[in-house]
């Protein structure tokens, strides 16, 4: 069992950056891959990036690529999302959550692979 709580979402204006964690419980926590998702209203959840267990690989959706930064720290059991650049499209609740194991960065995006999850932060973008 693994429990997954959210922090640094808030209001940021466009260009902004801000930097989300995700706190895990359990002394396993290296033993997950984590993902980011995220939730716009009227949309469905969609894949942020993802990050291997010892964070050595990483994967990002497109729309974010070269702006956010996903990254983990296994001592302190959280995994952390840097985000730059960040416009009114990022407006989200965004989740972070929690992959058993390793199965390969084909995965990532997968969120059916997902069986632990945060209840989320809000990000809001304003113009």
């Known amino acids: 069992q693994v429990q997954l709580v959210e922090s640094g979402g808030g209001l940021v204006q466009h260009g902004g950056s801000l930097k989300l964690s995700c706190a895990a419980s359990g002394r396993t926590f290296s033993s997950y891959t984590m993902g980011w998702f995220r939730q716009a209203p009227g949309k469905e959840r969609e894949f942020v990036a993802a990050?291997?267990?010892?964070?050595?690989?990483?994967d990002y959706a497109d729309s974010v690529k070269g702006r956010f930064t996903i990254s983990r720290d296994n001592a302190k059991n959280t995994v952390y999302l840097q985000m730059n650049s960040l416009n009114p499209e990022d407006t989200a609740v965004y989740s972070c959550?929690?992959?058993?194991?390793?199965?390969?960065?084909?995965?990532?995006?997968?969120?059916?692979?997902?069986?632990?999850w945060g209840q989320g932060t809000q990000v809001t973008v304003s113009s």
């Open positions: 990050v291997s267990l010892s964070g050595r690989l990483t």
């Open positions: 959550a929690a992959q058993e194991g390793y199965s390969g960065t084909g995965s990532f995006k997968m969120t059916s692979r997902y069986r632990y």
